[in-house]
């Protein structure tokens, strides 16, 4: 049976989520938007609600003051670096930054998931809502998880969704094991010496070295995502020297993006790029130098609770598409999943809907009400 999500309600939550969309705040600073997010939950009836978890962070506690099992739903709060071009009313106000991944939206849905259980309180065990800054940059869940207000949390259950262009709007997207891909940054430094272009023997010029980076690690590809092994190394920066057609090139950098279905594979991976990079020193006599950034673990869904989001989406009587094999982008969600069983599922925003992080994009507010019920009844199938 489908909680009711009424016309008011429904209306309150588009204006709090255009409000949201008009005033982004980026990975880290998204001090006025977890602002307003605790300002809606006062209105709502609240166990307990912790602010400033692992930065930005907000936790909400529905309490039904009995033994039982305890979950946990999350959303995200930053937006990204990216100029908007649209022209609605609820654009971007803020030069450079917009909400393109749809976060507002992820975070309206939490708040309206508040206003129904402020009625339907659960009957036994807890419900958290979990606002979660910087996913974005891959730092908000670490932050989060290494908070010791966290920390004493520990749901049986923790469960997220992603909105998804390019499906039916309101299509539940599923998969057991790797929903998303296990991702990680590289900065790799190489550290030569400066010469006159004339005189290079004089200087050590990094550029066969990165050549030799750059070709050995793209042979540890294997870009076939229906393959249990597949591995994608992705160039995303090179730098080399300076326009000065005197100089001969002391220094270089490259940026590299990895990815793999799971963190087993990611490992592997990880030894297989950095002896490349080590073997590239070697042959060059060339010092080099990487760090990692920005790491995504993979979400590993649980058996369990991907059958719970199935028998919730058809007792609302939602289409569901199980995928075949995981998205290839990141989400810092795959932490949680790492330690607590759960899930993440996608809801489609639109086979027309521009792709995610791209500057026309925008949360589609029709998915709203299904969103919202679909995490009630999750919760009412754990909690019952």
């Not at 206003?115 to 979660?132: A, C, E, M, N, V």
């Not at 919730?312 to 939602?318: D, Q």
Request: with cysteine; net charge negative.
């Amino acid at each position: 049976m489908k909680p009711m999500i009424n016309i008011e309600l429904l209306k309150e939550l588009i204006t709090f989520r255009k409000m949201l969309h008009a005033n982004p705040e980026v990975s880290g600073k998204e001090y006025n938007t977890a602002k307003s997010v605790a300002e809606f939950l006062k209105t709502c009836a609240i166990t307990n609600v912790t602010e400033n978890i692992g930065g930005t962070g907000i936790v909400a506690e529905f309490d039904s003051g009995k033994p039982g099992k305890s979950v946990m739903f999350r959303a995200e709060l930053d937006a990204l670096p990216i100029q908007e071009i649209n022209t609605f009313v609820h654009k971007s106000t803020i030069d450079g930054v917009s909400h393109k991944c749809g976060h507002d939206g992820h975070a309206t849905v939490l708040l309206g998931l508040a206003r129904i259980l402020s009625d339907q309180k659960p009957k036994t065990g807890k419900i958290y809502l979990l606002f979660q800054p910087a996913e974005e940059d891959g730092e908000g869940a670490k932050a989060v998880f290494a908070d010791p207000k966290f920390e004493a949390l520990k749901p049986d259950y923790i469960f997220a969704f992603h909105n998804l262009p390019a499906y039916p709007l309101n299509q539940i997207v599923v998969k057991h094991k790797s929903f998303t891909a296990a991702v990680k940054s590289i900065i790799i430094k190489i550290n030569g010496k400066t010469a006159h272009a004339a005189e290079p023997e004089n200087g050590l010029n990094p550029a066969l070295a990165i050549a030799e980076i750059l070709q050995e690690s793209a042979k540890l590809s294997n870009n076939d995502t229906n393959r249990n092994d597949f591995t994608l190394i992705t160039p995303i920066h090179i730098e080399m020297g300076e326009i000065a057609y005197g100089i001969s090139a002391g220094h270089g950098e490259i940026r590299l993006t990895i990815r793999t279905w799971n963190e087993e594979t990611m490992e592997k991976l990880t030894a297989d790029l950095t002896n490349c990079i080590d073997k590239a020193a070697k042959n060059h006599q060339i010092p080099i130098t990487y760090s990692w950034t920005q790491e995504f673990y993979a979400n590993q869904n649980d058996d369990i609770a991907v059958s719970l989001i199935k028998e919730a989406a058809t007792n609302l009587s939602l289409d569901i598409f199980e995928r075949k094999f995981p998205f290839k982008w990141g989400e810092d969600f795959g932490l949680f999943t790492q330690h607590f069983k759960g899930a993440m599922f996608g809801i489609g925003s639109g086979e027309k809907s521009p792709s995610l992080h791209n500057p026309d994009y925008d949360f589609p507010d029709e998915i709203l009400p299904n969103a919202i019920q679909l995490f009630h009844q999750i919760s009412l199938r754990i909690l019952s």
